[in-house]
């Protein structure tokens, strides 16, 4: 069985300032890792997935994140905070042989204050 | 030209009533999603159908029925509604049988049991 884990459920950060949301996972077998973000009052969208290739993955509005096999951790990170970057954060996995059953960690609520 | 869309946005009711949301999607996908999202955030899977055939259906209530008419839609009846099925419900697509993997959300049915 899968399971992700969202160490920090709220992460408060001041405008401009650097953040790490954390992301774990647990899998029997190989998977494929997601970050979606979820602004207030709308349905979830994707950030950014890993699904083979370079360890490194971006998004168009400067988040990464970093697939580390041996920690099986895929922690979501960006340099510079915007107040438009306020919002839910939530990892998610999937099995490489059943990927049409997708499983979300916990979330982590990022707030960004001026 | 909304890509995923259910209706209705908002539902309010009363306790044992009966209810149905609606969901569609425009992308031409294979598979379709319901997932309810508790008071904390956390996001379950519920069903999933593939062609109008249901592959997943996690532990729910009998009371919750999902009907899936055509590829392009998938609605969840709630029988004899209770406290405990206060929550948002987001419908999502993926296509799965060319190696879609991103699962795109429609903007959420808020219900409120009363």
């Known amino acids: 069985a899968q399971s992700v884990t969202q160490l920090d459920s709220q992460v408060p950060v001041f405008e401009e300032a650097p953040v790490e949301l954390r992301c774990n996972y647990s899998?029997?077998?190989?998977?494929?890792l997601f970050w979606y973000v979820q602004y207030p009052n709308q349905g979830l969208q994707l950030l950014l997935k890993?699904?083979?290739?370079?360890?490194l993955v971006k998004s168009i509005n400067g988040f990464e994140a970093e697939f580390n096999k041996s920690q099986t951790s895929f922690h979501l990170r960006k340099p510079s905070v915007h107040i438009s970057d306020t919002a839910e954060y939530f990892c998610?996995?999937?099995?490489?042989?059943?990927?049409?059953?997708?499983?979300f960690g916990p979330g982590t609520s990022l707030s960004v204050i001026p | 030209d909304t890509a995923v869309s259910q209706t209705p946005k908002y539902l309010v009711t009363q306790m044992g009533n009966d209810k149905s949301i609606k969901c569609e999607q425009n992308?031409?996908?294979?598979?379709m999603y319901w997932y309810k999202q508790d008071s904390k955030k956390f996001l379950k899977i519920m069903f999933s159908?593939?062609?109008?055939?249901?592959?997943i259906n996690e532990t729910v209530p009998n009371r919750f029925s999902p009907k899936s008419p055509d590829k392009a839609h998938l609605n969840l009846h709630i029988n004899s509604l209770e406290l405990g099925d206060s929550a948002v419900y987001f419908c999502?697509?993926?296509?799965?049988?060319?190696?879609?993997?991103?699962?795109?959300f429609g903007p959420g049915t808020r219900l409120l049991v009363l």
């Open positions: 999502a697509s993926s296509q799965v049988s060319s190696g879609g993997l991103t699962q795109y």
């Open positions: 899998s029997s077998v190989s998977v494929y």
């Open positions: 890993y699904l083979s290739g370079s360890t």
């Open positions: 998610a996995v999937t099995q490489k042989t059943s990927y049409d059953k997708v499983i």
């Open positions: 992308l031409g996908h294979d598979t």
């Open positions: 159908y593939n062609n109008k055939e249901l592959i």
